[in-house]
């Protein structure tokens, strides 16, 4: 399609951050391969609440009760009991929950009529912030009114809160009145140091707001309909001056009918003009095709084929996901209405564009089957995960742009691929990531370690269990058995016909992780495992 390649790749550069020394970091990795989970205890007296994950700090664990109207945090403690060997004995308060978590406090967050986003949270690591999410019922059958999306879903009220988690203190609220914010696994939001950006599918805005240092979410920028901040007031001083000069020729005799009502359609109405960033992208897909080649006659049929031909399509396309870049730049994912709101849009056709806050200009678009974003998502993966400028524990996290066996692994895929526009498709089809969705655990650093990512990953999504332990085998020490971890109850599921499912929350240092299994209509079995 059409880029500005070295603009982007300039972009990725500036956000290359100057590491830790190698060997530092080398060392303090290894540590870990003699340091690891020994022992388990299964079906754990826990307390029947929603895991959602350890903050990246390790200073608190998040978890909401099972009715979704409560948030409750818990502070890990310092690992409390030995044990050598797989069959010693621990004292019976040693398999409750309380014993390895200290519950700080509850917070009523979610009124009667809303429940909890259990798949919502994002921690703002340097104020110790949580933002949490809270909504009412989803509706289908939606008229779109108010410039409204046809076909995107309504939610009454969403409600993000802001809190301290040291106290758990509420400290601001922003909330969303019928309007369709995609919360799973914080897909709709993405947050960038202290830069929120929150997309509404429903009127497909992407809203812009800051974190202050003293608990306020600020209202930064609004892209979408409009692109700079003066741009409604230009519009609707245009409209009222248009008004008025229909008013004065209204009166002039020479006037027709016809002319009078020339401009019923007002800047601002349903159906007067595209949105601000639709505009922006539609003058830069133009633009590329005209200086495709000098020749007029050549420009006019280029753009007849590649532009007037497809030109709807560009209109209808809706904007579906959002990343930061870095401060000034938004990764942007376009693609048809039905993608929009499905939970698997993997093979729907989709566009990416590279915009500019600041400048409010397109920098780049691309096709999702473009072999340059793919090379450019193969060489700065890592920086696609961008949190933050000072975000250390992103040094830790294993992407095919910074740790060798990732990268052998993706090359093994795409050899065995049969199609390689359709290898780029899935390997793009991740774009945007999810915000904060890789856990820094050095367990899942894959120079230490080899497992399963069918069965486990750094990834914060569910997994289909096994009754079977997960294996973690030493890289150093080929075939090195260096821990397991059995998610299920210690003697096995009864019906091994059941549907299950597992998630994992490991401690971003601390040898310890949790493991959570359910089963439809049984109570979940948590599992405690821990160095011994």
């Known amino acids: 399609m059409f880029r500005s390649s070295n603009i982007v790749s300039r972009i990725f550069e500036r956000q290359i951050r100057t590491p830790p020394p190698a060997t530092s970091v080398h060392s303090a990795r290894q540590f870990y391969e003699n340091l690891v989970p020994s022992h388990t205890i299964y079906d754990v007296e826990s307390p029947d609440h929603s895991f959602r994950k350890f903050t990246d700090d390790g200073h608190y664990l998040i978890t909401f009760s099972r009715n979704h109207q ?73 008229p779109a009114v108010g410039g409204a999306i046809p076909g995107v879903p309504s939610i009454e009220k969403i409600t993000f809160h802001l809190l301290r988690l040291e106290d758990g203190v509420i400290l601001d609220e922003k909330a969303f009145q019928n309007d369709f914010i995609n919360l799973a696994h914080n897909m709709g939001v993405f947050l960038y140091d202290d830069l929120l950006a929150v997309v509404s599918l429903r009127y497909q805005t992407i809203h812009i707001l800051q974190i202050r240092e003293s608990g306020n979410l600020v209202n930064v920028r609004a892209i979408g309909a409009f692109c700079r901040e003066d741009d409604e007031l230009f519009l609707n001083s245009s409209a009222q001056y248009m008004a008025t000069l229909d008013k004065s020729k209204m009166h002039q005799p020479s006037q027709n009918h016809l002319e009078n009502s020339v401009h019923d359609t ?51 396309l809706i904007i579906w996901k959002v990343q930061f870049l870095d401060r000034h730049h938004l990764l942007i994912k376009f693609g048809s209405v039905d993608g929009g709101v499905s939970r698997s849009a993997d093979h729907q056709p989709s566009f990416f564009t590279v915009y500019n806050m600041d400048t409010t200009e397109v920098v780049a678009f691309y ?7 793919y090379l450019l998502f193969e060489q700065f993966s890592n920086h696609f995960y961008a949190t933050s400028r000072n975000s250390l524990y992103m040094n830790f996290i294993s992407s095919h742009s910074n740790n060798i066996h990732a990268f ?15 290898f780029v498709k899935k390997m793009l089809a991740s774009l945007p990531f999810n915000c904060q969705s890789l856990c820094p655990s050095p367990y899942f650093d894959q120079s230490l370690f080899r497992f399963d990512d069918k069965l486990i990953s750094a990834t914060d999504r569910h997994r289909p269990s096994t009754d079977h332990p997960i294996k973690f085998i030493s890289r150093r020490q080929p075939y090195t058995l260096k821990f397991k971890i059995k998610p299920g109850p210690e003697a096995g599921s009864i019906d091994g016909r059941s549907r299950k499912v597992s998630s994992f929350l490991f401690h971003p240092f601390l040898p310890i992780a949790l493991s959570i299994q359910q089963t439809l209509f049984l109570q979940p079995s948590v599992n405690i495992h821990f160095r011994g």
């Open 408 to 422: 052998e692994q993706l090359r093994s895929i795409k050899i065995k691929a049969s199609n390689y526009s359709s």
């Open 70 to 142: 409560e948030l409750v945090v818990y502070r890990p403690k310092w690992l409390s009991y030995s044990c050598k060997g797989e069959d010693c004995c621990l004292p019976d308060r040693s398999k409750r929950f309380d014993s390895f978590f200290t519950q700080l406090y509850v917070v009523s967050l979610a009124s009667a009529n809303e429940v909890i986003c259990k798949d919502f949270f994002l921690y703002v690591e340097s104020l110790r912030f949580g933002l949490f999410a809270t909504s009412t019922a989803q509706f289908h059958e939606t």
């Open 266 to 316: 007002q800047p601002g109405s349903d159906n007067s003009f595209l949105s601000g960033i639709k505009q922006r992208l539609l003058s830069f897909i133009f633009r590329g095709i005209w200086n495709e080649d000098k020749n007029k006659d050549v420009r006019v049929q280029c753009l007849k084929k590649k532009f007037y031909f497809h030109f709807q399509d560009y209109v209808d």
């Open 367 to 373: 096709q999702n089957s473009e072999d340059e974003l």
